[in-house]
């Protein structure tokens, strides 16, 4: 090699255009030299590519991200990233890739970035370019697979990670986010026989312990789902998560040895916010158990205040966007698109407030031979998400407004693109199946236009009850609304508000059910129910705790029992406390049943 380093990557590069097999040569000239040259290592990649020697060029290009790793820029940028410093990461990584848009382990480095700050299809798009340049980068694959997962992408996730176990079949991460994967997508024996072999591998993996009590807990084997919880909390006291996962079956009953684990593990300053936060909503639910009500409210809104501080909530997007529903869906507008959409009459929304009863509703339905239940389905909401054209959050949402522009072929292809969305779901030939994600009543009119003939249901609670139940409720993702209880007021006001007007704009088009009725008058509310979807009645639908579907949601365990009055007016024993949550629902909870709107 002649010349020097800078000169001769130049000449390589010139190279590949014209004769990549001269330009491999030149690269392996350099690499002679400075044999960790992230560039040399990049060019030899794409030259052994051109002449196709694939298993050359993944040896070359996972050569360049090894190399990367000692480049210094690099190395502050993944600092930053590990600190938390985002801005100052993207400060260093977009000149680089500007620079050099071939540098996967900086195009890698940016997709972690797009991931943390909630950018998925970013971030998405960033890994696919990552592994189109360098195939047999595993932990660009392994990334890909967590974006598709947040996205709810499950079976696009499972295939990913089929191309990773195939390499490394006893990754016990790979494994434990297929199983998760696998849970999502309704195959739970699948997924508890591959927690059960990589526990067999690596028995100490308190979190894999905690998915796999998750899933059994999911299909209705409590005893060996809080086997699995204790073995977890064996193996780390301190881990929050899984004593919530304990004290949310709602049917057990922590004991005064595990409120004091539980009081030693906040006191260990070393445990993130994470557990923390965890731990005093599990606290909360074992002292309210215990009747020590001024210690468990403390400790539910303390487990609020830290994870209230830990997302970004703006309690006036959900006005605002009932503002925008209500503006655009008036009678005329509505009546404009009549017999549009997808004619398809399978799908049966149950939307509404979580903690509104309406896991109840689903397994009542579920019971009838005719109805399929699934699970809380995102694939509504991510839709909506894509009509707002919004990138980050900053932005100004187009949606709903922009469903005026829709003509009627797309309102179809919007309909048939969510049937075939949620086929993965659907285990059975039953005709009809429930999407039961409580959040769909805030696109309530997309569904309408999308699919003219699918049944909505809106399962409605006593706002006090609702409320506070959503208080004591720490969940995973998706609720921001639910740790602040001024939030929670207005938000269950919005809530009423929006199905006020589409009762006005759409009469008949919902059905409502009371919770509070359900437990009065079991047989009428059922058979209305069942009148409502279209099905004849059927007695299974009484005996809805002797159907062993399985069930994800917060009331697995209280929809396996008979229907009891457990839930109603526990909020009395903390109205103490709840004045901010009064206020806020305001003529909400003073009409209630009635609308005020």
């Known amino acids: 090699m002649s010349g020097t380093v800078e000169e001769a990557l130049d000449l390589t590069n010139r190279l590949l255009r014209t004769d990549p097999a001269r330009a491999a040569a030149q690269a392996r000239e350099i690499l002679a030299v400075d044999r960790f040259n992230a560039d040399a290592h990049r060019l030899l990649g794409r030259a052994l590519r051109a002449t196709g020697d ?27 990233l590990l600190d938390g410093k985002l801005a100052v990461a993207e400060h260093i990584l977009r000149p680089r890739l500007k620079a050099n848009p071939f540098d996967v382990a900086a195009i890698r480095m940016m997709a972690e970035l797009a991931g943390r700050l909630e950018r998925y299809a970013d971030a998405e798009n960033l890994l696919r370019r990552a592994l189109e340049l360098a195939p047999a980068f ?14 709810n992408r499950h079976g696009e996730a499972i295939a990913e990670l089929d191309t990773l176990l195939d390499d490394d079949p006893e990754n016990p991460a790979h ?37 796999y009590g998750h899933v059994l807990k999911t ?48 006191e260990d300053e070393s ?72 004619p398809v009459p399978d799908p049966i929304f149950i939307l509404g407030m979580p903690r509104a009863g309406s896991t109840l509703i689903e397994q ?37 407004q922009e469903i005026a522009a829709l003509d009627p072929q ?36 997309l569904i309408h236009l999308i699919l003219p003939n699918a049944r909505i249901i809106d399962a409605r609670r006593h706002p006090l009850d609702c409320c506070f139940s959503n208080f004591k409720q720490h969940f995973a993702r998706g609720q921001g609304f639910t740790y602040d209880l001024d939030d929670l007021g207005r938000y269950y006001a919005d809530y009423v508000r929006l199905m006020t007007h589409i009762d006005g704009v759409l009469p008949g088009r919902v059905h409502r059910v009371f919770h509070e009725a359900m437990i009065e008058d079991t047989e009428a509310q059922v058979r209305a129910l069942l009148d409502h979807v279209g099905v004849a009645f059927d ?30 007016d526990q909020w009395r024993r903390f109205e103490p406390w709840l004045s901010p949550l009064k206020h806020s629902l305001g003529p909400v909870l003073e009409r209630y049943p009635d609308s005020p709107f």
């Open 539 to 568: 007695p299974a639908c009484l005996r809805f705790w002797e159907n062993d579907r399985a069930v994800r949601t917060a009331s697995s365990e209280q929809v396996r029992r008979p229907i009891n009055r457990e839930g109603v």
């Open 271 to 342: 445990i993130g916010e994470d557990d923390r936060f965890h731990l005093h909503f599990a606290l909360g639910k074992a002292l309210e158990d215990a009747e020590q009500t001024e210690q468990a409210f403390a400790h539910y809104k303390e487990g609020n205040r830290l994870r209230r501080e830990s997302i970004d909530y703006d309690r006036q997007e959900i006005t605002g966007l009932v503002d925008r529903s209500i503006a655009l869906f008036t009678p005329e507008f509505l009546e404009a698109r009549t017999g549009q959409g997808c």
């Open 219 to 266: 299909v209705g084997r409590q005893a060996d789902g809080i086997a699995a919880y204790r073995r977890a909390i064996e193996m780390r006291p301190q881990l929050g998560e899984v004593w919530w996962s304990l004290a949310n079956l709602k049917t057990v009953k922590l004991d005064d040895g595990d409120v004091a684990t539980m009081g030693r593990a906040l």
């Open 175 to 211: 494994s434990n986010l297929k199983a998760a994967a696998l849970g999502r997508v309704g195959s739970y024996e699948e997924a508890i026989g591959l927690y059960e072999a990589v526990l067999a591998r690596v028995e100490r993996q308190p979190k894999i312990w905690m998915s």
């Open 364 to 400: 009542i339905l579920s019971s009838h031979p005719l109805i399929e239940g699934t699970q809380e389905l995102p694939d509504i909401s991510q839709m909506a998400r894509r009509l707002s054209g919004r990138k980050l959050k900053s932005d100004d949402s187009a949606y709903p």
């Open 138 to 151: 595993a932990a660009a694959r392994s990334n890909l697979a967590t974006v598709l997962y947040r996205q």
């Open 54 to 80: 694939a298993e050359g060029a993944a040896r070359a290009e996972l050569g360049a991200i090894s190399a990367s790793t000692r480049d210094p820029m690099l190395v502050e940028a993944a600092t930053a």
């Open 410 to 445: 797309t309102l179809r292809a919007l309909g048939e693109e969510y049937l075939e969305r949620t086929r993965i779901q659907r285990k059975t030939d039953r005709p009809y199946f429930i999407d039961k994600m409580p959040n769909n009543w805030a696109h309530s009119g």
